[in-house]
């Protein structure tokens, strides 16, 4: 589908890809990684022709594409960027049969092909065809700039980074949409990537370079298993390992002791036991020691007049976890929510503990500096 | 003398024929600066430089030209004009954020079709800015082409300065203030109507 035949780019005598030899099969998922500056971006560009090689020649099936149209062979070729690049003046459907107008089809057919595609990644087309990029969410705005790309159904996709500006859980079901994707349309892809997750997670094969040279090509179990060298192992072996850290569960960094009270008890109680314990929370449970939810300090400050029971302030609306779930749970949960802590519970829903903020750090702490330091 | 509402038509007219000229010029000339950025500072000095030239003598020097009349006005207010157009274009086009670019010229657009469907439509807003800027100072300078023998809402000021007649110079000052507005008004209304949706800033909710 593609070769390489002795790449190089000079930029002010710095060869930053240096005699690239490479061959991309159909329908495989190559990615491109490395670190930062490595010539990735440089390497995927000449494909299209966004930049012209300094010397060495690559083949499109067969073809020396230096002999084709540039604005020809990129509309054959699908192109997604990290910063996305939606045009702003254009609707959602603009945006994405753009290629199919520069290729002139009939609004027709451009229509039709829009609505399968945002079906396809579960936008609803009638609700998201109209707008207008900035009206959406970052995770739908690359959403948009995959399925522009796909849009002309070229039969290979260059993406650089599409998913790097995005937030780690956007990004994580985006992977897993593509990855869906791909196995239903057998695209040929070239992916580049600083994410080694990432790459992990979707590659048919990994490139790894370094300098603009190619440090090691193989399937990912390959470089895992076999590094061609320390860099390579390196390269892996800290992800390795850090997909290895242990994190205790949530009964092993809580604290088992949080304040509670009673629905039936009184307003005033709360205020003296929140002062007494210097908390700004009350966590509300019944005589079973069920969790039922809990008042904070605002409620009080705000309500203490018109209220007269804790009943009345109860907040029920507060995630918990459940005992024995791993810690990394709880913290993802403080994280995404943006919450101080959370109230672990057991199977009978009584409250058992709680994790905060300063369990997350101690345990944290503990698997840098070793164990010994967990609360 | 004419009654005021033709002098003001006149006047209107004036400005604008100037500043029309000067955009049919102007923005194909901040295309092409993009194009040619080394001498997008040489251009920029050039029109800056005549823009310091004070109008009256920039009017008399294009009198050995066009002579008497509309002419030599309509040519000045062009040279004037030059400078807010071009330079808006330029910067418009400049201020897209260039993985647009990128992004247009990977879908496989021509240079043609990234300069009409991606470049210009964003920095519309901003080429019009341009053009609004130049329309008023246009109004502001066409009232003295009187002196060298336009029509326009110059006549009743000069007029009145002649026959010490200050109620005339007011209403032919204040007309011409009044046709300011109204362009800046129109014009900042046509600028936020040809602001593409996706580009206007939303309001919060
Ligand atoms: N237009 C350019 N002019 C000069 N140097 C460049 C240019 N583009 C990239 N480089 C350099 O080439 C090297 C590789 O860049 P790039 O391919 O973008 O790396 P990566 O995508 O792997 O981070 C970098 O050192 C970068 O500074
Ligand atoms: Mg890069």
Not at chain 1, 305 to 313: C, N, V
């Amino acid at each position: 589908m593609l070769r390489f035949e002795q790449v190089t780019k000079i930029y002010s005598g710095q060869r930053v890809v240096d005699c690239l030899d490479l061959e991309v099969k159909k329908g495989e998922f190559l990615v491109l990684i490395g670190p930062s500056g490595c010539g990735k971006t440089t390497t995927l560009k000449m494909i299209n022709r966004l930049i012209e090689p300094s010397e060495g020649k690559i083949y499109m099936n067969g073809t020396d594409i230096s002999r084709l149209d540039p604005v020809q062979l990129r509309r054959q070729i699908g192109y997604v960027i990290q910063q996305v690049g939606l045009f702003p003046n254009m609707t959602i459907q603009q945006n994405v049969d753009v290629v199919l107008r520069l290729l002139k089809r009939p609004l027709q057919e451009r229509q039709e092909r829009v609505r399968e595609l945002l079906a396809m990644v579960g936008m609803d087309p009638a609700l998201y065809a109209e707008r207008y990029p900035n009206e959406l969410s970052g995770g739908q705005q690359q959403r948009i700039g995959v399925l522009r790309a796909l849009a002309a159904d070229p039969p290979l996709i260059l993406m650089d980074e599409p998913f790097g500006a995005l937030d780690p859980i956007t990004r994580e079901s985006l992977q897993d949409e593509f990855k869906r994707l791909q196995e239903k349309l057998h695209k040929t892809i070239v992916f580049v990537t600083h994410d080694m997750d990432e790459a992990l997670k979707l590659a048919d094969r990994i490139v790894l370079m370094k300098d603009g040279r190619i440090v090691q090509a193989g399937p990912p179990e390959e470089l895992l298993r076999h590094p061609a060298n320390d860099f390579v192992a390196f390269f892996f072996g800290k992800k390795r390992k850090e997909n290895e850290i242990y994190l205790e569960t949530v009964d092993e960094v809580m604290n088992p002791a949080p304040v509670t009270i009673r629905p039936e008890q009184g307003v005033a109680e709360g205020v003296e036991l929140m002062r007494r314990r210097h908390v700004d929370s009350l966590f509300v449970v019944d005589k079973e020691e069920r969790f039922l939810g809990q008042v904070t300090i605002e409620s009080l400050n705000r309500e203490h007049l018109r209220a007269h029971q804790i009943i009345e302030l109860l907040d029920t609306n507060v995630p918990t976890v459940l005992a024995g779930s791993k810690a990394e749970t709880a913290f993802r949960i403080m994280t995404e929510q943006r919450l101080k802590y959370v109230p672990v519970v057991d199977t009978e829903g009584r409250l058992v503990g709680l994790v905060t903020r300063t369990s997350m750090v101690n345990a944290l702490a503990s698997v840098v500096w070793g164990d010994g330091i967990s609360a | 003398m004419k009654p005021l509402l033709i002098l003001a038509l006149e006047h209107l007219y004036l400005a604008t024929a100037g500043v029309f000229l000067a955009t049919l010029v102007g923005v194909p000339l901040g295309i092409l600066l993009t194009h040619y950025r080394r001498l997008a500072p040489v251009v920029f000095s050039l029109t800056e430089m005549v823009q310091t030239v004070p109008s009256l003598g920039l009017l008399a020097l294009l009198l050995f030209v066009f002579g008497l009349g509309n002419k030599t006005l309509i040519a000045g207010l062009l040279i004037y004009s030059l400078l807010p157009i071009v330079r808006n274009t330029y910067t418009g086009i400049r201020s897209i954020r260039p993985e647009l670019i990128e992004a247009g010229k990977g879908m496989g657009m021509t240079r043609l079709q990234l300069l009409t469907q991606v470049e210009l439509p964003i920095a519309l807003p901003v080429v019009l800015g341009g053009i609004r800027v130049a329309l008023i100072t246009a109004i502001g300078i066409s009232t003295i082409g009187v002196v060298i023998g336009t029509g326009g809402l110059g006549q009743p000021i000069w007029r009145g300065i002649q026959m010490e007649n200050q109620g005339m110079i007011i209403q032919g000052a204040a007309t011409a203030a009044a046709l300011a507005i109204l362009a800046e008004i129109l014009l900042t209304a046509l600028e936020q109507r040809i602001t593409p949706r996706g580009l206007r800033k939303r309001k919060a909710t």
